[in-house]
C-alpha cells in the first residue's frame, strides 16, 4: 500500500487535483458562504423629489466562478516537508440582490435599482496542503442610483485568511460591512447601511 505523503510528494498537479477537488471544496465553500449571508441585508433608504421616502431590505448573495490550480514544492532548509502542494484560485463576487421581487419593503415603496447596488468582486487562493487562504485582491463596485453611475474603489489584497473556511467567511462578511461604512452614507438623498 503506497502511503499518502509518499503519493504527495510525487503527485503531479492531475494527481493532486483528483486527491483534493478543488472545483468541490470551492462549490461548497460558496453555500457555507450564502447560508452565512442569509443572516446579512443590505437597508437602503431612498428620498425622492417628492419629499417621500421609502426603506428597503435586499439581500446578498454569492457565487464562486472559474476555479484554476497550480502545483509548488515548498523548499524547506529546516527539515520540513517538501511535498508538492496543491493552490487553487477561484474569484468570488458578492452581489446585493436589486431586483424588486426580492426587496423586503419597510417603508414606502420598492425601490428601482437598474443596476445593483453593490458588488465585491475578489481572488481567492488555497493552499490545499495547509489549508491557508490568501485574497489577492478585492474590489467594490457601487452603483448610485441618482446619478447613475458607478463608484469602483479597491478594498485592499493582502490579507492571509487563516487555515479555515470560518475565517474565510468572517473576512468577506467584514469587507461588506467595511464597503457599506465607506459609501453608504456618501450618496445625497439615500443611505444605506447593515441590517
Known amino acids: 500500500m503506497i502511503k499518502l505523503k509518499k503519493l504527495l510528494k510525487e503527485a503531479s498537479e492531475s494527481e493532486l487535483v483528483d486527491i483534493h477537488n478543488p472545483s468541490k471544496f470551492w462549490k461548497d465553500f460558496g453555500k457555507l458562504l450564502n447560508k452565512d449571508l442569509t443572516k ?11 419629499g417621500e421616502w ?15 490550480t497550480r502545483i509548488v514544492q515548498p523548499r524547506s532548509h529546516s527539515g520540513g516537508s517538501e511535498d508538492n502542494e496543491l493552490i487553487s484560485k477561484t474569484k468570488i463576487t458578492i452581489t446585493s440582490k436589486a431586483d424588486s421581487k426580492d426587496q423586503k419593503v419597510i417603508r414606502g415603496e420598492k425601490i428601482e435599482f437598474a443596476d445593483g447596488i453593490m458588488d465585491i468582486s475578489m481572488i481567492v487562493e488555497l493552499n490545499h496542503d495547509s ?14 442610483p441618482f446619478k447613475k453611475d458607478v463608484f469602483k474603489m479597491d478594498l485592499g489584497a493582502s490579507y492571509s485568511a487563516g487555515n479555515s473556511s470560518g475565517e474565510l467567511v468572517d473576512y468577506i462578511a467584514n469587507e461588506i460591512a467595511v464597503a457599506v461604512k465607506k459609501r453608504g452614507k456618501r450618496i445625497k438623498k439615500a443611505e444605506f447601511k447593515l441590517a
Open 54 to 68: 421609502s426603506r428597503v431590505e435586499v439581500p446578498f448573495f454569492a457565487n464562486t466562478w472559474s476555479t484554476s
Open 131 to 144: 489549508m491557508n487562504f490568501s485574497v489577492k485582491s478585492s474590489d467594490l463596485s457601487w452603483f448610485n
Open 40 to 50: 446579512r441585508k443590505l437597508q437602503a433608504t431612498v428620498m425622492y423629489k417628492s
